[in-house]
């Protein structure tokens, strides 16, 4: 194990299972509010990510743990139940319910930010000569990722962008994505039920996924420059 892999299952790896747990809890949640008790039963409407590895556990367990050791970063996926007839009857709440995840993991988005330009302005951190997903700042002592502050600094940075890849990925108008179920907001109820409808067949899910992860990344770069902007405004990185 070298030592991106290792930095990947100390800082990626948590930071997934905790952001994962949010964006279902808060599906959870949402449902519970909106009178679908399934997740609930289920245990979901929890912040403990063991309901969630429970009903996941190569999403939630396996997979990021995997990837952490092998390619530097974690990925994998979780769901949280519905009650499929709740959604017929109540759309608008079943979209509330879909939009609650990614608004999850944009809020833990924000909470990361705020802590980085709250230590840039007390002068923990500084901006690195090179930014990178997991080095958005560096220790202002040392100029570098090293001591506690360098290690703070990367945390909320793997943090930080792990939230908003995670948060703007599952907005894809796509099914089986959020996106598709949160378009019920906006589109009149009839198409919003038959793209909910869609979304439950397996093989249109599938091209939707197969589309969405081969159109993502193109957006993931201008994501990470408006962040970096937002963080570093003034400051200049090729």
């Known amino acids: 194990m070298n030592s991106e892999n290792l930095l990947a299952l100390v800082l990626w790896f948590p930071a997934f299972l905790f952001s994962t747990t949010v964006h279902e809890a808060a599906h959870a949640w949402v449902a519970l509010r909106g009178g679908d008790r399934t997740a609930y039963l289920g245990g979901q409407v929890s912040l403990s ?83 990178h997903f997991d080095q958005l700042v560096v220790s202002a002592a040392t100029g570098t990722p090293a001591g506690w502050a360098g290690f703070a600094g990367m945390a909320l940075s793997v943090l930080l962008m792990l939230n908003v890849i995670l948060g703007a990925f599952n907005l894809v108008p796509l099914p089986p994505l959020d996106g598709a179920a949160v378009a019920g907001l906006v589109l009149p109820e009839n198409a919003a039920r038959s793209l909910r409808n869609l979304a439950r067949t397996p093989g249109f899910s599938l091209v939707g996924l197969i589309v969405a992860w081969n159109v993502f990344p193109f957006l993931v770069r201008p994501l990470f420059s408006l962040v970096v902007d937002l963080l570093h405004p003034g400051q200049y990185y090729h």
């Open 49 to 131: 990510p063991l309901p969630h590895i429970k009903r996941e556990p190569i999403g939630m367990l396996l997979v990021p743990l995997v990837t952490s050791l092998t390619q530097g970063w974690a990925m994998g996926w979780a769901s949280a139940p519905y009650d499929p007839g709740w959604a017929e009857r109540y759309p608008r709440r079943a979209a509330w319910m879909a939009a609650a995840g990614p608004a999850g993991n944009f809020c833990l988005a924000l909470g990361a930010f705020l802590l980085l330009k709250g230590g840039l302005a007390l002068g923990w951190f500084m901006a690195p000569q090179r930014v």
